[in-house]
């Protein structure tokens, strides 16, 4: 330093050249000062990054036995209780709207919110039913559930990340997915698929208003830094399409687009943040499962067969849903026939195969439906077939009253199944009760023994 000093000063003065340096010196430092002030400007302004709340976040895998086309775990399960939350079109009032708990142990049903003397009437400080936020969908990670939630100013509508602890003690902002600006009419925030897969989540998020075409986009959020970039070149917009089907297996997680009459399943390399889409048989109808990274099993329209794709070679084959249908000839003689029947869906929990199948048996004057599950080991063998139709189409209530599952909705119930390794959970929906949704539970060894034995856990409010 003192030898540039030397080069530079000559009696105290500075010479032509030392001025020229100095000048070229501050010119850069300007620059590189204005550039930097720039690009964080344009994060800000891109919604790309978010100074928010920052924790050290252990990655944890999705668990694939929740698999549905729902947009949101309708129940999230712990080993203390478990959580769901409660809509405004579910509840039909605020009484009841906000999310909730129920403890396993005894059954009661709370808000989740542990504030002294909280009213759970909408207020700021609830960490339940606060009215700043419109709830669309929620995602229990380690140790809060998250929720994508939209808040209206008097400007803007914002989509944001939220989070609350599972003792109802905190309600945190995260992040913010996207910002709109008001330019007229009543728009709400949807959420179209919600994930999160090793810090990594996956949000199908948009907006809709009367009359005019929703606008869509899907997000990708790094929760450990708050970064946030589109799949879609306009972020949100009435030509994006929406995604459904989420889905995740190591560092990969899964979508499905609907592009024109062609459905299509993408894979996110969480990595690198590349796209690329699987090649499947023609008529995939967007049902399919992750065995492992180079297992994807999935379903045409037909519903008559369950197909294998493996990304490493491009692979497919097809593999035949067979029974044996049993009839009588005119003699009693004993008829059995090998025949094709049409699954509902394809599910795993890492270890079987699950294929739910509706089974129609005709009476007098209508037909009852028999939810039926065929289970498959990893090589695609049939190992059980289980009738629970017995055990699904009355249900138990909380207060002793026998209802019967609403025969419409019972097509569907195959997708509200979660098969959390050895415990299975049953949603069901059922018309004219107090509670819409069911939720019983069975042992994963008695479903293969063939013999579940459906416990009544709770109703939703």
């Given at each position: 330093?003192?030898?540039?000093?030397?080069?530079?000063l000559?009696?105290?003065?500075?010479?032509?050249?030392?001025?020229?340096r100095?000048?070229?010196?501050?010119?850069?430092?300007?620059?590189?000062?204005?550039?930097?002030?720039?690009?964080?400007?344009?994060?800000?302004?891109?919604?790309?990054?978010?100074?928010?709340?920052?924790?050290?976040?252990?990655?944890?895998?999705?668990?694939?036995?929740?698999?549905?086309?729902?947009?949101?775990?309708?129940?999230?399960?712990?080993?203390?209780?478990?959580?769901?939350?409660?809509?405004?079109e579910?509840?039909?009032?605020?009484?009841?709207?906000?999310?909730?708990?129920?403890d396993?142990?005894?059954?009661?049903?709370?808000?989740?919110?542990n504030?002294?003397?909280?009213?759970?009437?909408?207020?700021?400080?609830?960490?339940?039913?606060?009215?700043?936020?419109?709830i669309s969908?929620?995602?229990?990670?380690?140790?809060?559930?998250?929720a994508v939630?939209?808040?209206?100013?008097?400007?803007?509508?914002?989509?944001?990340?939220?989070?609350?602890?599972?003792?109802?003690?905190?309600?945190?902002?995260?992040?913010?997915?996207?910002?709109?600006?008001k330019?007229?009419?009543?728009?709400?925030?949807?959420?179209y698929?919600?994930?999160?897969?090793?810090?990594?989540?996956?949000?199908?998020?948009?907006?809709?208003?009367?009359?005019?075409?929703?606008?869509?986009?899907?997000?990708?959020?790094?929760?450990?830094?708050?970064?946030?970039?589109?799949?879609?070149?306009?972020?949100?917009?009435?030509?994006?399409?929406?995604?459904?089907?989420?889905?995740?297996?190591?560092?990969?997680?899964?979508?499905?687009?609907?592009?024109g009459?062609?459905?299509?399943?993408y894979?996110?390399?969480?990595?690198?943040?590349t796209?690329?889409?699987?090649?499947?048989?023609?008529?995939?109808?967007?049902?399919?499962?992750?065995?492992?990274?180079?297992?994807?099993?999935?379903?045409?329209?037909?519903?008559?067969?369950?197909?294998?794709?493996?990304?490493s070679t491009?692979?497919?084959?097809?593999?035949?849903?067979?029974?044996?249908?049993?009839?009588?000839g005119?003699?009693?003689?004993?008829?059995?026939?090998t025949?094709?029947?049409e699954g509902?869906?394809?599910?795993?929990?890492?270890?079987?195969?699950?294929?739910?199948?509706?089974?129609?048996?005709?009476?007098?004057?209508?037909?009852?439906?028999h939810?039926?599950?065929?289970?498959?080991?990893?090589?695609?063998?049939?190992?059980?077939?289980?009738?629970?139709?017995?055990?699904?189409e009355?249900?138990?209530?909380?207060?002793?009253?026998?209802v019967?599952?609403?025969?419409?909705?019972?097509?569907?119930?195959?997708?509200?199944?979660?098969?959390?390794?050895?415990?299975?959970y049953?949603?069901?929906?059922?018309?004219?009760?107090?509670?819409?949704?069911?939720?019983?539970?069975?042992?994963?060894?008695?479903?293969?023994?063939?013999?579940?034995?459906?416990?009544?856990?709770?109703?939703?409010?």
């Open positions: 330093m003192a030898k540039g000093r030397k080069k530079w000559v009696s105290g003065s500075l010479t032509k050249k030392g001025m020229r100095i000048v070229i010196g501050f010119l850069i430092l300007s620059v590189m000062v204005f550039a930097g002030c720039s690009k964080e400007k344009a994060g800000e302004e891109d919604g790309k990054k978010n100074v928010g709340i920052r924790r050290e976040l252990e990655p944890l895998d999705y668990n694939r036995g929740q698999a549905s086309t729902a947009d949101s775990q309708m129940v999230m399960v712990t080993e203390k209780g478990y959580y769901y939350y409660n809509p405004r579910f509840s039909g009032s605020n009484e009841t709207m906000g999310l909730r708990y129920v396993a142990e005894t059954g009661t049903d709370i808000f989740l919110c504030k002294p003397e909280c009213r759970h009437d909408g207020n700021q400080f609830c960490s339940a039913t606060n009215k700043k936020y419109e969908a929620t995602f229990l990670y380690g140790d809060r559930i998250y939630a939209t808040e209206e100013t008097d400007t803007q509508y914002l989509q944001k990340l939220l989070s609350v602890t599972l003792d109802g003690s905190e309600l945190n902002e995260e992040l913010t997915i996207y910002t709109l600006e330019t007229g009419g009543k728009w709400f925030g949807n959420c698929g919600f994930l999160i897969h090793r810090n990594t989540a996956i949000i199908g998020f948009g907006f809709s208003a009367a009359e005019v075409e929703p606008k869509r986009g899907t997000a990708i959020v790094d929760l450990n830094t708050g970064d946030v970039v589109y799949l879609d070149e306009e972020p949100l917009s009435e030509e994006n399409i929406g995604v459904n089907n989420l889905n995740a297996y190591g560092d990969t997680i899964y979508y499905c687009k609907k592009e009459k062609k459905n299509v399943l894979r996110y390399h969480i990595t690198d943040g796209v690329d889409s699987c090649e499947l048989l023609p008529g995939f109808n967007q049902k399919y499962a992750v065995l492992d990274e180079d297992t994807i099993v999935y379903m045409k329209s037909s519903k008559r067969a369950i197909c294998v794709y493996r990304p491009g692979e497919n084959t097809e593999h035949r849903l067979l029974e044996t249908e049993l009839s009588y005119e003699d009693g003689e004993k008829i059995e026939k025949v094709e029947y509902d869906g394809i599910k795993t929990d890492g270890t079987y195969l699950y294929v739910p199948q509706q089974r129609a048996t005709f009476r007098e004057f209508g037909r009852d439906f939810f039926v599950i065929h289970v498959f080991d990893r090589n695609l063998k049939e190992i059980a077939v289980v009738d629970v139709g017995p055990s699904l009355v249900f138990h209530t909380d207060t002793g009253e026998e019967v599952a609403d025969a419409a909705y019972w097509r569907e119930i195959g997708e509200y199944v979660m098969y959390l390794g050895e415990d299975i049953f949603l069901s929906y059922i018309m004219g009760t107090n509670l819409n949704y069911y939720v019983h539970h069975c042992k994963r060894s008695d479903l293969l023994a063939g013999n579940p034995q459906l416990e009544f856990l709770f109703g939703m409010k």
